[in-house]
Antibody, heavy 121, light 108 residues
Framework: QLHLQESGPGLVKPSEALSLTCTVS??????????WGWIRQTPGKRLEYLGT???????YYDPSLKSRVTISMDTSRNQFSLRLTSVTATDTAVYYC?????????????WGQGTLVTVSS | SYVLTQPPSMSVAPGKTAKIACGGN??????VYWYQQKPGQAPVLVVD???DRPSGIFERFSGSKSGNTATLTISRVEVVDEADYYC???????????FGGGTKLTVL
């Protein structure tokens, strides 16, 4: 059974970069057939898709966040990561790492438990 | 950008049928997914492509779509079904993954 676990700072200052890592267990992120992505949920409970990456290293991002988002993989550690630059209070959310079926970013069959990131000085 | 509209809340009595709507322009031509989220937990995929259920999901859950509305139907509703439900599509025109705003289902 695939298990995903997010880790990273829970507090980030405005204008700085948010960095999170997802550690995958119960399967390899390389040649698994999955894509590996990130979704966040705002305090108002709205779900927002950030992007996804294939084990080829090709990443696909939501157009509205593309200039600030980078998703990368470390197959040796069975991890993938999210970096979001120039954060503001509107980036405060619970961040989930997920699997996606393809480059479209849908659907997400496996989710981590989520990690709350607050943007505040 | 593409917008999905869901009613913020609805209530249903145990044993009855709940129909949760998700409105979007020509949503009947898109692949629609549905997620269930209980308090303090991550969302769970309950309806997959073509209305299919992922492994482990009760057969009481089903999905349909036509025109500008997609519907999640929960038959014989139980107290354990009380949760937030979200619809999701990939809009090819904008290349965006879009979620509905969610519907809070209360089982009275």
């Amino acid at each position: 059974q695939l298990h995903l676990q997010e880790s990273g700072p829970g507090l980030v200052k405005p204008s700085e970069a948010l960095s999170l890592t997802c550690t995958v267990s119960g399967g390899s992120i390389f040649s698994s057939g999955y894509y590996w992505g990130w979704i966040r949920q705002t305090p108002g409970k709205r779900l927002e898709y950030l992007g996804t990456i294939h084990d080829s290293g090709t990443a696909y991002y939501d157009p509205s966040l593309k200039s600030r988002v980078t998703i990368s993989m470390d197959t040796s550690r069975n991890q993938f990561s999210l970096r979001l630059t120039s954060v503001t209070a509107t980036d405060t959310a619970v961040y989930y790492c997920v699997t996606t079926r393809d480059s479209s970013g849908t659907p997400s069959e496996h989710w981590g438990q989520g990690t709350l990131v607050t943007v505040s000085s | 950008s593409y917008v999905l509209t869901q009613p913020p809340s609805m209530s249903v009595a145990p044993g009855k049928t709940a129909k949760i709507a998700c409105g979007g322009n020509s949503i009947g031509t898109k692949t629609v997914y549905w997620y269930q989220q209980k308090p303090g937990q991550a969302p769970v995929l309950v309806v997959d492509e073509d209305g299919d259920r992922p492994s482990g999901i009760f057969e009481r859950f089903s999905g349909s779509k036509s025109g500008n509305t997609a519907t999640l139907t929960i038959s014989r509703v139980e107290v354990v079904d009380e949760a937030d439900y979200y619809c999701q599509v990939w809009d090819t025109s904008s290349d965006q993954v879009v979620f509905g705003g969610g519907t809070k289902l209360t089982v009275l």
